[in-house]
């Protein structure tokens, strides 16, 4: 008798047996046989069916649009500042005739009172007027500014804080507002005719600073002559921003009176085949170069040159 553990000749197992390994538990699930495929299907023509590369094109994205300005509020604020500037003047030299008639005669107070506290209520109104529509043609200037950019598939170079910096703040603005609308007119093709009214607005925005700086200066006087003379000035400063608020707006219709999409087109006219150029003098006689009646078939190309017909017949102005 053997020992356990001893090592032996492995046992054979009789003839069509053979060892498995299974898992504890319920025996596997037996497998199923798939059906048959079937005949190998056949088609008279080719099959239009299959795998077809569809690419969905992706959604557009929106357009970024260029913030946009009313053009009814400039309009609006505009004639609310050049009747105000209208009225100041209006004021002022009414007071300057009652100081004239105050020379020999004495004021009513009451009289006297209402032309005084009309001045000031008609400066005080300039004042916030003249900011409104500082701001406000600012406001227009970027967004022309932008939507011109825009059309053109670019931005602006310039950042919006530097332009209403540079536009805002007194005596800065006088050297770069009107370089930021000199650029503008450039940029839209306008240059060459929007020059001179940007030139002469510029002019006379200087002026108009440099006399209603004279007249803030001179304005800390108490006598009579003094007050005389600062009111001469008060009402020379008030048409001179006037005049230079209506040079505005003639700059402003300048540009609004084209959309910022249009650009100046070329007019074609007709004219005759047989006219002569303008530099050409009507005496010329034929040179030897030149073919005579004689030569006219000699001088017919045989071939065309591959321009149309009208082509001859129509120039550029």
């Known amino acids: 008798m053997s020992k356990p553990g001893a090592a032996g000749p492995p046992q054979r197992l009789p003839a069509g047996y053979r060892w498995i390994a299974v898992r504890p538990g319920a025996p596997p699930p037996a497998r199923r046989t798939p059906p048959p495929l079937g ?9 239009r069916w299959g795998l077809q590369d569809r ?104 950042p919006s804080w530097q332009l209403w910096v540079c ?12 370089v930021f ?61 006037l005049a230079a608020l209506l040079l505005t707006v003639r700059m402003y219709q300048g540009f609004e009176h084209q959309a910022v999409d249009q650009r100046p087109t070329t007019r074609w006219v007709v004219v005759a085949d047989g006219a002569r150029h303008v530099d050409e003098p009507a005496d010329a006689t034929p040179t030897d170069a030149e073919p005579q009646d004689g030569d006219a078939d000699a001088a017919t190309p045989a071939e065309s040159d591959r321009r149309e017909p009208a082509a001859s017949g129509i120039i550029s102005t």
């Open 55 to 158: 690419f969905e094109p992706p959604a557009p994205a929106a357009p970024v649009e260029p913030p946009k300005t009313a053009t009814r509020m400039v309009q609006a604020t505009v004639l609310v500042t050049l009747l105000a500037l209208a009225f100041a003047v209006v004021i002022h030299i009414a007071n300057y005739a009652l100081l004239l008639y105050n020379r020999s005669r004495l004021l009513n107070p009451i009289v006297a009172g209402v032309a005084t506290w009309a001045g000031v209520a008609a400066s005080v109104l300039v004042f916030f007027a003249l900011i409104a529509t500082t701001v406000v043609l600012t406001n227009w200037l970027i967004v022309r500014r932008a939507s011109t950019y825009a059309w053109l598939g670019v931005e602006d170079p310039r």
């Open 181 to 241: 609308v000199l650029e503008l007119a450039r940029v839209e093709g306008r240059l060459s005719w929007l020059r001179t009214p940007i030139v002469v607005w510029w002019c006379a925005w200087w002026v108009s600073c440099l006399v209603s700086a004279f007249s803030f200066a001179t304005s800390f006087t108490s006598d009579s002559q003094g007050i005389a003379n600062n009111t001469v000035a008060a009402t020379i400063a008030y048409l001179a921003a």
């Open 39 to 47: 005949p190998t299907p056949r088609y008279a023509v080719i099959p």
């Open 167 to 178: 536009c805002l703040v007194p005596v800065v603005n006088l050297f770069w507002a009107p």
